[in-house]
Structures are given as structure tokens and as C-alpha cells.
């Protein structure tokens, strides 16, 4: 049998060996409580943002409860301001004690997830039957989408300019769509194929109904018999698809994980769970230092390409006309000041080493479920391209103030080097001249119709965000 350590080397350990610590450990009891109430409201967050647009429209309706106004809105007394961007990119900000060229504190997340999204022409006929040709979006495993609940949500401008939004198959009693599979019996040249194959994506058409409209001499009787319902409902045409923004999304709502609720099992967490608490952190954020900004970008998962994404102006645009309203002139000169003096995070999730494949991570460069915020100092992949890599200092700058206030974090990476990796907004960030590093809570199951979050890291990555707008 081994010795017991002695206390000299335990002292001696604890002042030069890192070790991750377990964040429900740190916790009181009262805080362990305010875990499972922040998850609570969370989850009813996820339920509502099933669309980038959905989770702009929860932030916005929040925040003007709490005093927020529009920019450029008369504003005595406002707590801070807000811009919309094309109903789906938000920015907001609370101003702060000292001048914006003197630095802000940012936080940039994305609200868009993997989904599948309609084609503009995608109603048809086929074998009695009435079904929806959809476009994948995202890094998607085409498999985890057949044979599951699916719900319909989104929003379609009308031939008169009209906008009406669509929700069918959230709702208790609604009915939900299926994109079948092939029965065992008669997959065994499919189950032969690769998994990326064997669901092509041409494949993946939801179901929509199977009842005929009356008149039987008419041809395509089941796709005219749902359009009527959908006219009837929505006033939709079939050339209202062409002007549509309608996705293909899981009906299930989020739901407690574990025999102990420990955990939170939903759709689109990647990255709605970094969305909403850099969100829950600004609205607790009290006439800062710094002016504190939250921004919730579009269309990350596909390159944040786009007028809704971080490669647009959408940032400079906004904190020009916040430097006009606080009195400093919007030149690009002070601008570039801005950025130079910035500091920021970008709020994406992290792998969660996963027991079942653990094959696939560096086990000592990976986080872990329970054991904080993780601080990833780079992503991209394979020599570290498409990355930006966060610079000694400024890493050294966040830990000390992680440190200082009792936040649990951890560092991270996506897998092994050659297994892949992934990318953020960081780099957009990076490019404007601020220095950013990428923070968020580790996810089970990312990129899939279910993702699996921690609720004590969910709440840390709360606190780690509070504390960041604050110093």
C-alpha cells in the first residue's frame, strides 16, 4: 500500500498542479437552488426560441420590460439600448461610467442552429401523399432528423407584403410532421452505405398530409387539400414559399436530464444557451465601467456570412451610433479606438469529453460536464486555421478575473487535432482589433436535434458573463 501523502507535498500540489474543480462543490445551498430556477427559466427560453427570429423577439420584449429602448428612440431614464437588425441580429448595450474609446466590454453569441429549412418551391405529391423538399442547414447529421417529432416555424411575407408567422407542431394537441426512415426488413443495402450517405439529403421531406380535397376529377388532390389549409390559416399561396423563411425544427419542448435533474436535454443550445446568458448578465448589469455590449449574430453556423452575420457591418454600425448618442464623434478613427481597447468573448459552446467516444478527445485538453465555463483560447483546424488565437495577455487578463470573483472555469478544444476542430465569430472579432477569446459551457450530443447541458455549468457561464460586464 502506498503511503499517505504528506502534508508539505499536498501544499506543495496545490500551489503548482491544475486541478479541475466541480462547480456544484463551490456551491451553498442557496445557490445550488438558484441553479435549478435559472434552468427553469432557461428551459422556457428554448421553447420559445425555436428560430433566430423567435430569440431576438424574447430578448427584446424582456428588455423592454426592464426599461431597454431602441436606439434612437427618445430615451430619458432608459437602463440601455437596443438594434434590430432585419427582425433576426440584436445588439444591446449599457452605457458605461467612461468614454467608449477608452474600451467596452463585449460579448458576441449567435442564435441560429443546425435545422432543416423549406425550399422556395417545396410542396408536392408523391404517392398519395404530401410532403416538404428541405434544405439542410448547418453542420447536420442527416440520420438523427428521420423518424422524430418535427415542427414547422417561421415567418412568410405575403404577396401584399403582409408577414405572418407559422408555428404548427409546438403546441399540445398540434400535429407534428415525420421524415420516414426505411424499415429494417428492407435497409440492408442502406445500413451498407456510410453514415453520411445513407440518408441522402434529398430524403429528408417531412410528411404533411395524406386526405384528398373533394373534387376527385381534380390531379395532386392531397397537395391542393393542404394548401387550402394553409390558405385558410395563413393565407398562404404556394408563391408565398418563395418569400418564406420556414424551418423544419424539433416539436419536442426541453426537458430536465438525469435521474437527478442535473442536466438539460433541448434543441438548439448551441448556441442559444451562450445567447441567453450573456443576455441574463446584461440585464443584470448596473451603470458599468465600461458600456457593457451584448450582440446575438445570424447565420454562424454557415460562415456568419450575410447581412445578419459577423462578417457584415452590423457592430460598427451600432457602437458609431452609440458614440454619437454618448457625445464622442463616430469617426472611424474613434472607432478603431474602440475596437483597439476592447475587450471581448465570444460565447460559443465547447465539446464535452463524452465517455462514449472518448477516442476521438485529448483527454487532457478537454472539458468536462459540471466543471465551469471553458475558456478555449483557439478553435479552428487541424495548424490552427480559420482561427484566431488569443494572445497571452489578454488570457492572462481573464483568468485573473475569473479568479478573483470565485467563477469555475475550465480550458477546452474540439477533439484531437486531426479529428477535426470548428470555427466562431472570434476571428470576425479578432480582425477589428479587439482582443477576444472564445467562453462557454461544454455541451453532450452538439449539433444534434438534442443537445445535452449541465445546469451548475449553465449557471457559471451566467456568473462568468455578470462578472466580465462588470469589470
Known sequence: MASKESKATRMLKDRLILETSRVWDKLNAKERAAVFEYAKEYRGFLDRARTERRAAAYFVETAAKRGFVELGEPKPRATGLYQLVRGKSLAMAVPGKRPMTDGIRLIASHTDCPRLDLKPNPLY???????????????????????????????????????VDVEIGLAPGDPIFVITDLL????????????????????????????????KDSDQRVKLAIMELLNS????????????????????????????????????????????????????????????????????EIGSEGNTGAQSRFLEMFLMDLMEGSGIEPSFQNLNRVFANAKALSADVNAALDPTYSDVFEKRNACKMGSGVTMEKYSGHGGKYMTSDANAEYAAWVRRLFNDHGIVWQTGGQGKVDEGGGGTVAKFLAKMGMDVIDMGPPLLSMHSPLEIAAKDDLWMCHRAFTVFFAS
Not at 398519395?128 to 447536420?140: E, N, Q, R, S
Not at 453514415?195 to 410528411?207: G, H, K, R, T, V
Open 125 to 163: 405529391e408523391d404517392t398519395d401523399l404530401a410532403l416538404l423538399k428541405t434544405h439542410y442547414y448547418g453542420g447536420v447529421k442527416k440520420y438523427q432528423w428521420v423518424a422524430r417529432s418535427l415542427a414547422l416555424v417561421g415567418t412568410v411575407i405575403l404577396a401584399n407584403g403582409d408577414r
Open 184 to 215: 429494417p426488413h428492407l435497409g440492408k443495402k442502406q445500413m451498407e452505405k456510410k453514415a453520411n450517405e445513407f440518408i441522402p439529403a434529398e430524403n429528408l421531406n417531412p410528411i404533411v398530409g395524406g386526405l384528398p380535397y373533394s373534387d
Open 233 to 300: 390559416k395563413y393565407q398562404l399561396t404556394e408563391e408565398d414559399f418563395t418569400t418564406a423563411e420556414l424551418q423544419v425544427v424539433p416539436a419536442e419542448p426541453a426537458r430536465d436530464a438525469g435521474l437527478d435533474r442535473s442536466m438539460i436535454a433541448g434543441y438548439g443550445q448551441d448556441d442559444r444557451i451562450c445567447a441567453y446568458t450573456s443576455f441574463t448578465a446584461l440585464m443584470e448589469t448596473k451603470r458599468p465601467t465600461h458600456t457593457a455590449v451584448a450582440i446575438f449574430y445570424d447565420k454562424e
